[in-house]
T-cell receptor, first 114, second 113 residues
């Protein structure tokens, strides 16, 4: 089944404790992206990647890191989480071509930073 | 920069009522427009899309028409069901060589029996 998977689905942590949220897709997509969803703000893009070893900042990259060492994986790293990073996080992927390609979203990771 | 504005919710309707969720956008060039739906506890799914002016996207009884003159892409459904209860996001892609999306803030729809 074609899908985007994220782990963990739920995470409660404390301020300053490094964490990684994994994202993996099995559709051979070049493009991958991370969003955060907050009430009243919709989805905002954190980072995206056009292909392996190519990453770029989205609208709200502060406090986050990403890497793209393999095409299928795009982990989101919070080196020193803070309470304002409490949010619902979504990973998405798509092909890259001369026209828009549908983005497929993972099920989300709900993160609480105490 | 690009932006999407959609009506705030929640929108509360009875089953079989008519639904309209307004969406307007600001973008340079000629963006593609989308409606995504998020059911409780799930990720976003593409509901419908339109890639040029006057295009009508449709799926599952939902429709939206790309109106360039009013920069709008309103979502409509003639008869909603309880199972349509979800959060609906309007989005645009001002294509720049990759598929970045700009989302509206989302509108929650609650349909009661």
């Amino acid at each position: 089944e074609a899908q985007v998977t994220q782990n963990p689905r739920y995470l409660i942590t404390v301020t300053g404790k490094k964490l990684t949220v994994t994202c993996s897709q099995n559709m051979n997509h070049e493009y991958m992206s991370w969003y955060r969803q907050d009430p009243g703000l919709g989805l905002r893009q954190i980072y995206y990647s056009m292909n392996v070893e190519v990453t770029d900042k989205g609208d709200v990259p502060e406090g986050y890191k990403v890497s793209r060492k393999e095409k299928r994986n795009f982990p989101l790293i919070l080196e020193s989480p803070s309470p304002n990073q409490t949010s619902l996080y979504f990973c998405a992927s798509s092909f890259v071509s001369s026209s828009y390609n549908e983005q497929f979203f993972g099920p989300g990771t709900r993160l609480t930073v105490l | 920069g690009d932006s999407v504005t959609q009506m705030e919710g929640p929108v509360t309707l009875s089953e079989e009522a008519f639904l309209t969720i307004n969406c307007t956008y600001t973008a340079t060039g000629y963006p593609s427009l989308f409606w995504y739906v998020q059911y409780p506890g799930e990720g976003l799914q593409l509901l419908l899309k339109a890639t040029k002016a006057d295009d009508k996207g449709s799926n599952k009884g939902f429709e939206a028409t790309y109106r360039k003159e009013t920069t709008s892409f309103h979502l409509e459904k003639g008869s909603v069901q309880v199972s349509d209860s979800a959060v609906y996001f309007c989005a645009l892609s001002d294509y720049s060589g990759y598929s970045t999306l700009t989302f509206g803030k989302g509108t929650m729809l609650l349909v009661s029996p």
